[in-house]
């Protein structure tokens, strides 16, 4: 019985296969770049100066700014600022305001955050404006 299955089926493709025009279309696909992503991706290259400049890549780091604002982690986000930008792009469509919260302290969250940002309008970078003219990339 399972034979007689299988040897329909192999019947069947052969048909599919030499009766009709399908066409199997071998696919090139590209390598991914070599060599060094900040190279390729020059946001990756600012988002690291930011972290440099704003906590030398601290990631426990939590300030008093100037505006008497608490500024977090590595790239010192607010927590207005970074409530606003991970609700705008969506980064945790199913948190609630206090697991976003949550979120504020992780480095690497914060890079996606501003990476987003910057992607989207590299005048962004005017959120990090003391680090950005520091950097000379205003």
């Not at 969250?109 to 309008?121: C, D, G, R, S």
Request: charged share 20%.
């Amino acid at each position: 019985m399972i034979k007689c299955l299988i040897a329909t089926l192999l019947t069947i493709v052969l048909f599919l296969l030499l009766f009709t025009r399908w066409h199997f279309i071998p696919i090139q696909v590209e390598s991914p770049p070599q060599g060094n992503l900040e190279a390729i991706n020059p946001i990756l290259t600012v988002i690291d100066q930011l972290v440099e400049k704003e906590s030398e890549g601290k990631t426990d780091i939590v300030i008093l700014d100037t505006n008497n604002k608490h500024s977090f982690s590595c790239l010192q986000f607010q927590m207005s600022t970074f409530k606003q930008y991970v609700k705008r792009y969506n980064l945790l469509p199913e948190a609630e305001d206090h697991e976003i919260e949550n979120m504020i302290m992780d480095c690497d969250f914060q890079k996606l955050v501003a990476y987003k940002m910057l992607e989207e309008n590299p005048n962004n970078i005017l959120h990090w404006r003391t680090s950005a003219r520091k950097l000379n990339l205003i």
